[in-house]
Structure formats: C-alpha cells, structure tokens
C-alpha cells in the first residue's frame, strides 16, 4: 500500500494524558522506521516481542514485516505526532492462519516509552475491526509466561491463556469482544 493510501485511512487518537498518536496501515516506506524501533525497544520489550534479544533487525526482516498485503497478513502502526519530529511508537499486526482462515495469530510490540498508555489497545481495536472485515474472527499467539502486559491486553479482549510449556502460554481471543 502506498503511503498516501495508508494516510487516508488514517485514524487519529488522543491517549488518556493528551497524547496525540495517528494510527494507519503499515506501508512498505516504513521499513527504515521500523528498524529504527526496534532499536528503541529495550532488551525485555525485544525479548517478550521476538523471543529474542536482538539488536538489529536484518533488511530482510523489515521488508517482510512492511510489506504486508492487508487481507491475510495486516499491520496498524502508531505513531506520535505531539511532537516535532512523529516517531512510531507502536505496531500490532496479523497473519492469517493456513489451518483456519478464520484465525490469525497476533503480535503486538509498543516502544517502552509509550507502554501502558493505552497504545496497544487502541491497536488491537483497530487491527480488529480489518480482520472481522477480512473474515476473521479470532486472534491467537504464541507469548512469554512472564509477559503480563500482552496476557492483560488478551483477557480485556474476553481472551484467554493456556500454559503449552515452560515459561511459554498461547493466547486465544474472539473479536466480537470489543471494537
């Protein structure tokens, strides 16, 4: 999707202590950005989103991750436009199941700067309402046993947790939860 058409459908919020954020479709143009917020994250945020601890994210991964086709593999950024140079701030994305076209497995990542200020759940209510509009309706994940945050942001979706293994729960949510 070409960055003018990502803007247009651009939504604009306001965070609980005034904070402006603009959120719209992901666009190929964003893969320099993208790998500029990654190394913004810190080593827990990068762990918890990757299961990794990686520090740079390889051209190849940005490409993969910007180029999406927003029917079976979606992604909403956040961005912050309070200030004088607009940084993202967050991202939540799916990618449809090949076993259930009515699943997709969700990710969810959001700067630490800007964690716990609601960005991830204005994501996830918008990456929703395309996915119930794509023929979806249930999100999963595969997340960390000690990442609290994302299991919280799942149960206020009506989402549920299953230890799979050690140190490692998958996550189920319907969308007809929430908007």
Known sequence: MPIEDALSRAVPITLEDGTRLLMRPISASDAADFKEGLERLSKQSRYFRFFS????????????????????????????????????VGVARYIRSDDDPHTAEVAITVVDSHQHRGVATHLVQQLAKSARANGIDKFSASVLGDNDAVQGLARSFGGHTTEVGVGQMALEFDLSHKS
Do not use: N, Y
Request: aromatic share 6%; charged share 25%.
């Open 53 to 88: 601890h990686m520090k740079k994210m390889p051209d190849w991964m940005a490409t993969q991750l910007t180029r999406v086709d927003h029917h079976d593999h979606e992604a909403w950024v956040a961005i912050d436009v309070s200030t004088d140079h607009p940084i993202g």
